[in-house]
């Protein structure tokens, strides 16, 4: 019986991009226990981690079918190490109650420690993102005292957002152990919350990014290191 995806609250996202739960295996006189080659997840740029219920232990590339740590895991996790670029946003009120302002911005994340990163309980990096842009309460108060009647305005409310969270990405990290994410680049743009619409058309959203030029189109940070 091999190894099933690990239903568990959905783990498998970035970083951990594989879970398998596994089956118990029984005691056997005079023969070693042993998984089937199926079980095991594979995955370049990745390690691989077995859990036992709420402890974790990082397996080396090199471990046998029979290793202890393959034998006596309950799950087995394969969390990436390699570079990503991973978006989160949100929407924080304005003074228009019939319109939000969305705030997309991209974090390049590498893992350094799978170990540490699963013993803090992040599986799924998303959320700590999302709760670190929340946590700026500078931002929030910025947004909420914005009316958008003021195209003007509204422009420099932009390059104002972009310009306070790009600076507090230099000097907060965020707060995940085991990872490093740092703050690429932010958007800014208006969302209606209520049907109805907007009261003005806004411009075209905003753009920044250290060494980066502001345009019409998209993110600016492509695929840079």
Do not use: K
């Not at 005691?27 to 998984?35: D, Q």
């Not at 090199?62 to 006596?72: F, I, Q, S």
């Not at 230099?170 to 619409?197: C, F, I, N, Q, Y």
């Amino acid at each position: 019986m091999a190894g099933t995806e690990d239903p568990l609250d959905g783990r498998v996202g970035y970083p951990v991009i594989s879970a398998v739960a596994l089956r118990p295996l029984p005691r056997r006189v005079l023969r070693r226990r042993a998984r089937e080659p199926e079980e095991i997840p594979v995955g370049v740029g990745s390690v691989l981690v077995a859990q036992f219920h709420d402890t974790y232990e990082a397996v080396p590339r090199r471990a046998g079918l029979t290793d202890r740590r393959l034998v006596e895991a309950t799950a087995l996790l394969l969390v990436s190490t390699q570079q990503r670029l991973v978006e989160a946003s949100v929407v924080m009120p304005s003074a228009d109650q019939q319109t939000g302002i969305e705030i997309r911005a991209r974090f390049r994340c590498r893992v350094a420690d799978p170990v540490a990163l699963l013993d803090s309980g992040v599986h799924d990096i998303g959320p700590a993102l999302t709760e670190y842009l929340l946590g700026y309460a500078r931002v929030r108060m910025v947004c909420i005292s914005m009316s958008l009647r003021d195209r003007y305005a509204w422009y420099q409310l932009q390059q104002r957002v972009v310009a306070m969270l790009l600076a507090y990405g230099e000097v907060v990290p965020v707060p995940v152990l085991g990872l490093s994410a740092t703050l690429a680049d932010v958007a800014v743009r208006a969302l209606a919350v209520e049907s109805g619409g907007l009261r003005v058309h806004p411009p075209a959203p905003a753009y920044g990014g250290v060494g980066d030029e502001y345009r019409d189109n998209n993110y600016t940070w492509g695929s840079q290191p």
